[in-house]
């Protein structure tokens, strides 16, 4: 169930409502369980890291399909994992904060919102 919610961009309390309203601009809170998705000022800092490590899974593969079909230079490694991540900048910017949003819930699960 939470598997499926990160994959659709859901809440991380209820796993049903949308957190994105719009690419890269997020709603405020739940429209289903009404929490709010940024707890404190800076709370997405850590989907940086996040994102970080979403890099890897992005550039790694690019580096064995370079080496094992054309092997370029040293220049066109760096080419290839520029152009992977530019291309991924949109997925890693989304599901960076929600896979954070997701792992945050795990650790510190919050309390049902008043309604
Ligand atoms: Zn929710």
Request: charged content about 15%; glycine content about 6%; aromatic content about 14%.
């Amino acid at each position: 169930m939470r598997f499926q919610a990160i994959l659709r961009l859901k809440c991380s309390h209820c796993c049903q409502g949308a957190v994105f309203r719009r690419p890269f601009v997020m709603h405020r809170t739940c429209g289903h369980c009404g929490i709010v998705f940024e707890r404190e000022r800076g709370y997405f800092m850590m989907s940086v890291f996040v994102g970080y490590v979403m890099c890897f899974f992005v550039v790694i593969p690019v580096m064995v399909g370079l080496y094992l079909t054309i092997r370029p230079s040293m220049n066109g490694y760096l080419i290839g994992a520029v152009v992977a991540l530019v291309l991924a900048i949109p997925l890693i910017f989304h599901y960076a904060r929600v896979v954070w949003l997701h792992l945050d819930e795990l650790m510190d699960p919050r309390p049902n919102p008043p309604t």
